[in-house]
Nanobody
Framework: VQLQASGGGPVQAGGSLRLSCAAS????????VAWFRQAPGKEREFVAA???????YYSDSVRGRFTISRDNAINMAYLQMNSLKVEDTAIYYC???????????????????WGQGTQVTVSS
């Protein structure tokens, strides 16, 4: 699976952005798709995931503000980010893998396929 993330940019605190992840090749429909983010000097952290059955999972820091979704008909996944905070500033990566068990979906090293990342910068 090849992934391409887009949709990042500058935004003021309290604003919204929608990130997109375009997939090609592979078994997208069977894949868990996730978003991770990495801020300068920090480790890559889990943001949200959506499984093949559309069940969704979120980190505590974004639950209630972010929504992950997918459209299998066009091999796309999305991350709608509302009520953005300065601490949401990071490079956001989409990732996918068709072989993950539920207990692995929040761990970056379990994903074989990654997009190139898109920068989100939230200013106060």
């Amino acid at each position: 699976v090849q992934l391409q993330a887009s949709g990042g940019g500058p935004v003021q605190a309290g604003g919204s952005l929608r990130l997109s992840c375009a997939a090609s090749g592979g078994s997208f429909r069977q894949s868990t798709v996730a978003w991770f983010r990495q801020a300068p000097g920090k480790e890559r952290e889990f943001v949200a995931a959506i499984r093949y059955n559309s069940h969704t999972y979120y980190s505590d820091s974004v639950r209630g503000r972010f929504t992950i979704s997918r459209d299998n008909a066009i091999n796309m996944a999305y991350l709608q980010m509302n009520s953005l905070k300065v601490e949401d500033t990071a490079i956001y990566y989409c990732a996918a893998d068709a072989r993950l068990i539920l207990s692995s979906i929040a761990t970056a090293r379990h994903y074989d396929y990654w997009g190139q990342g898109t920068q989100v910068t939230v200013s106060s």
